[in-house]
């Protein structure tokens, strides 16, 4: 059972675009909200993260949006760039000192 | 400052082959989880180790063990290949109590069984 559901599976969006990245989880447990970009060849790395007291955060280009009481969580990428083009995964965990649960990942595309 | 380091970076084994991954975790870090990437999917959490002990594991059989030593390093062990085992296998570091705001994962070890 994926504790994590991730939309879309692939994105493609104009130099300059907003790329959004949506999450649901069922967990009520889930405490900490982070997510993570992946190029070819490497491993993830942590690109913003959020807990569920606070309904947006922003850093950089990058925004997360959290809605509890929908259990949902997405990732807003503004003025997007060539070089975003990557994996991203959202991921939930009940405990930040736990085991991670992750999304199946979106491919995002950001064509000049 | 090295970030966490994997050994093998590929690694081709055959079914019923046993196989050791290695890991060294971020300069401070105390805490060593194995995450297994299978293509195209999100990576999925195997076990973590603290103090040289396992304290949480995933939905994995047996076959997956690990270790780890006092210097922090870990070792994970696969036995009895499969080849449903083929995957990218990733290793995280942190520091306990610290939060996932400090969990850096290396860049991983692609595993082939034929």
């Known amino acids: 059972q994926q504790q994590v559901k991730q939309s879309p599976q692939s994105l493609i969006v104009q130099k300059g675009g907003i790329s959004i990245i949506n999450c649901a989880y069922e967990?009520?447990?889930?405490?900490?909200f982070p997510w993570y970009q992946q190029f070819p060849g490497k491993g993830p790395a942590l690109l913003i993260a959020?807990?569920?007291?606070?309904s947006e955060k922003k850093e950089g280009r990058f925004t997360i949006s959290f809605n509890k009481s929908a259990k949902q969580f997405s990732l807003h990428i503004m003025d997007s760039q060539p070089g975003d083009s990557a994996t991203y995964f959202c991921?939930?965990?009940?405990?930040?000192?736990?085991?991670?649960?992750f999304g199946t990942g979106t491919s995002l595309t950001v064509i000049p | 400052d090295a970030g966490v380091t994997q050994s093998p970076t590929h690694l081709i084994k055959t079914r019923g082959q046993q196989v050791t991954l290695r890991c060294s975790p971020k300069?401070?870090?105390?805490?060593v989880s194995w995450y297994q990437q299978a293509l195209g999917q999100g990576p999925q959490f195997i076990f973590q180790?603290?103090?040289?002990?396992?304290?949480q594991r995933g939905n994995f059989p047996d076959r997956f063990s690990g270790h780890q030593f006092p210097n922090y390093s870990s070792e994970l062990n696969v036995n009895a290949l499969l080849l449903g085992d083929s995957a990218l296998y990733l290793c995280?570091?942190?520091?306990f109590g610290a939060g996932g705001e400090k969990l850096f994962f290396g860049s991983g070890t692609q595993l082939s069984v034929l």
């Open positions: 991921a939930a965990t009940p405990d930040a000192g736990n085991q991670f649960y």
């Open positions: 180790y603290y103090e040289e002990e396992e304290r």
């Open positions: 300069s401070g870090h105390d805490t």
């Open positions: 995280a570091s942190s520091l």
């Open positions: 967990n009520t447990a889930f405490d900490y």
């Open positions: 959020i807990r569920p007291d606070v």
